[in-house]
């Protein structure tokens, strides 16, 4: 009775909008107490989060995003997948998809990419004249493209609360993600070729002057994935490099940015949402401390097994359970809380850890996108001041062809496993 009256309570809080931490820490502290261990457990686990050598990545990839989406390098994108792209059926659609899963990658958020991508991806869509309905969809199930290309920031916050390798996440993603982005290509040439759109010739010249435009952003994912795959440097040497050369090329190459009036002001903004995923990784690795203790993984393992006889109904119904997380909690919440509650779980019945791994971030990234609450629903209603069911109903053709690279995923795990078996690194 005293926790179905603690859990209403808490449920209220978030109701109104309590921050996740407190309802999380709430949770630990009260958990704790009944149990008669000294909540110092919670303060402990926040020292030993501090003190995390990956944990330098998280601020510093958050803050080369943010440059990056305040300058204006997401034009300077679109004009060079334009010109590499735009040739193709559906030209426009490919160059769409293509610069929102590079710009995802970089800010770690689809709902950032929506936001800054889509006031200039929707109009030159339905200047090309692409349906409202298709642009909608398109732009609303792209933003969460990315998240499985390095150095994507969800990918770091699993690694870390996994206890598995960055670097592993970075190359095991790498396909899946290729995969999503080319189903969705597929579709959108065929929708294309349909409606016979406009396309852009392909001039050699239209290259060479994109690349000139991007002569200093193109090399920075090649760097980092070239840099982290042959080992040259760690997770966060690669996040220092990306933060301070984006700082360099956006302040004083390009000079969309200063240093003085812009920069400090990109700095608090970035850190806020640092500061929010520290908070809640805090708490909730104190709350994941007291779970272990009271052998909640096992309960739940004891349970599958009562019901759950085969590997492939265990991933069945972790993925439905995955893409209604996805739909209701942000990812980096979702990571936190659920991951180690899953993991011991999922390596009862087999599952490598690292793929598991792929299909936690693809059924988040979906779940984005999935209604009735997904949160790319909602921020590209806002964005593009359309009704949210008339979201809904754009983005079930791309929800679909999502849902069907996610069970070549699920089921196919050398799809994620074979790059690195190719590098050595099993």
């Known amino acids: ?12 809080l978030a109701t109104f909008g309590t921050p996740l931490f407190i309802i999380i820490g709430a949770i630990a502290l009260y958990s704790f107490h009944q ?3 000294d909540s110092s457990a919670i303060i402990i686990e926040m020292y030993r989060l501090a003190n995390a050598p990956a944990l330098l990545a998280i601020p510093l990839f958050t803050f080369a995003g943010y440059i990056l989406s305040e300058s204006n390098a997401p034009k300077r994108l679109v004009n060079f997948s334009r010109a590499l792209f735009g040739w193709m059926p559906g030209g426009m659609a490919v160059v769409a998809l293509v610069s929102c899963a590079i710009f995802t990658a970089f800010t ?10 889509g006031g200039l991806l929707l109009p030159s869509l339905m200047a090309e004249e692409y349906p409202e309905k298709f642009s909608l969809g398109l732009l609303t199930a792209s933003g969460n493209l990315g998240l499985l290309f390095p150095p994507s920031l969800p990918i770091i916050l699993y690694g870390m609360v996994a206890q598995i390798s960055i670097d592993k996440l970075f190359i095991a993603g790498f396909l899946p993600g290729l ?21 852009t010739p392909f001039r050699w010249a239209n290259v060479v002057r994109a690349v000139r435009e991007t002569l200093w952003e193109i090399p920075l994912p090649f760097l980092i994935v070239i840099g982290i795959y042959a080992g040259l440097f760690t997770v966060t040497e690669a996040a220092a490099i990306t933060a301070v050369y984006a700082l360099v090329v956006e302040v004083f190459i390009y000079r969309d940015l200063h240093l003085f009036r812009d920069i400090p002001r990109i700095m608090r903004e970035s850190m806020l949402l640092v500061g929010g995923i520290l908070i809640i990784l805090g708490t909730a690795l104190g709350l994941t ?15 599958m097994q009562k019901y759950v006889h085969s590997k492939f109904l265990f991933l069945v119904m972790l993925n ?11 990812i980096f919440s979702a990571i936190i809380v659920v991951v180690p509650l899953i993991v011991p779980v999922a390596l009862n019945f087999g599952v490598d850890p690292v793929h598991l791994g792929v299909i936690f971030l693809a059924n988040l990234g979906i779940g984005y996108s ?13 964005r593009f001041q359309k009704p949210i069911v008339r979201l809904y109903v754009a983005a079930l053709p791309f929800l679909a062809i999502l849902l069907f690279s996610l ?6 795990p050398d799809l994620s496993l074979i790059l690195l078996k190719i590098f050595g690194r099993m």
Not at 1 to 12: N, P, R, T, V
Not at 320 to 330: H, P
Not at 407 to 412: D, G, N, Q
């Open 108 to 117: 770690g958020a689809s709902g950032v990419t929506i936001i800054a991508l």
């Open 289 to 303: 401390n007291y779970l272990i203790d009271a052998q909640i993984p096992m309960k739940i393992l004891q349970f």
């Open 370 to 382: 999935t209604p009735p609450v997904g949160m790319n629903l909602f921020i590209a209603s806002f």
């Open 35 to 37: 149990q008669q261990i």
């Open 320 to 330: 439905l359970f995955l893409l209604v997380v996805g739909c209701m909690i942000d």
């Open 1 to 12: 009775m005293e926790y179905l009256i603690l859990g209403l309570l808490l449920f209220a």
């Open 407 to 412: 069970v070549i995923i699920t089921y196919f």
């Open 179 to 199: 995969l999503m982005v080319v189903l969705l290509i597929f579709y959108s040439t065929y929708v294309g070729r349909h409606m016979q759109t406009p396309t």
